[in-house]
Each structure stands twice: as structure tokens, then as C-alpha cells.
């Protein structure tokens, strides 16, 4: 089975960068749909951005507003979420997530594998 592991997060000033990193290991992830998510305490979990499997991407412009990414190694087998101008309403925790099927879903109940999250953590 696959297992995705996130890593990257930390505490960033206002208006700062994180790139959060999602490895991928038993399986090629480019044969998934993968995808971001974050949950705040007491919030729902909210869709961030997914990638399909030819490298098509769609960001919840509502949320990251064109600030977040999401970029592919194929060499190591890794997502990222490269995060810019983060604000006061960005800290949550990030996970990333992953489904076989051939197309993509902003609905976190239709991603059956995910990776364990990474706290991003915004100050001033």
C-alpha cells in the first residue's frame, strides 16, 4: 500500500514562505490523484489544491487566493505546497492526501489515504 508522509511545517511571520513536502513510498504517486487539505481547531477540514496525474492543477482560489501552488518531483516520488504570503488566517494543519481513481475531487471523504499532517503556524 502507499504511504504518504508530510513534513515542512514550522511558524512563519506574516507574509512569509513555507513549503510543505508530501513523500510518497510503495507506489508511484504519479499514478494518483493527490491533494492538500488543512483543519483548523474547531474549523472543518477545508480543500487547499490537487494534482491529477498528467500534472493538472486546481487551487481553492476562494481560500489561498493565488498564493499557494502545488509542484510534482516525479524523481522523488514528493508533493509540495509552496505557501507565499501567508496571513493570520493560514495556521492550520496540512495533510496531504491521495486517491487511485483517474480524476480529481475537492471532497476529502473521496481520499481514502492520507499522510499524517504538518502544523503551519502563523505570528505578528
Known amino acids: 500500500q502507499m504511504q504518504l508522509v508530510d513534513s515542512g511545517g514550522g511558524l512563519v511571520q506574516a507574509g512569509g514562505s513555507l513549503r510543505l513536502s508530501c513523500a510518497a513510498s510503495?507506489?508511484?504517486?504519479?499514478?494518483?490523484?493527490t491533494a492538500w487539505f488543512r483543519q483548523a481547531p474547531g474549523k472543518a477540514r477545508e480543500f487547499v489544491g490537487v494534482?491529477?496525474?498528467?500534472?493538472?492543477?486546481?487551487m481553492n482560489t476562494d481560500s489561498v487566493k493565488g498564493r499557494f501552488t502545488i509542484s510534482l518531483d516525479n524523481a522523488n516520488n514528493t508533493m509540495y505546497l509552496p505557501m507565499n504570503g501567508l496571513k493570520p488566517e493560514d495556521p492550520a494543519f496540512y495533510y496531504c492526501?491521495?486517491?487511485?481513481?483517474?480524476?480529481?475531487?475537492?471532497?476529502?471523504?473521496?481520499?481514502?489515504?492520507w499522510g499524517q499532517g504538518s502544523q503551519v503556524t502563523v505570528s505578528s
Open positions: 492526501a491521495a486517491r487511485y481513481l483517474p480524476y480529481v475531487s475537492r471532497n476529502s471523504m473521496e481520499y481514502a489515504l
Open positions: 510503495g507506489r508511484t504517486i504519479t499514478n494518483w490523484i
Open positions: 494534482i491529477d496525474r498528467s500534472g493538472g492543477i486546481e
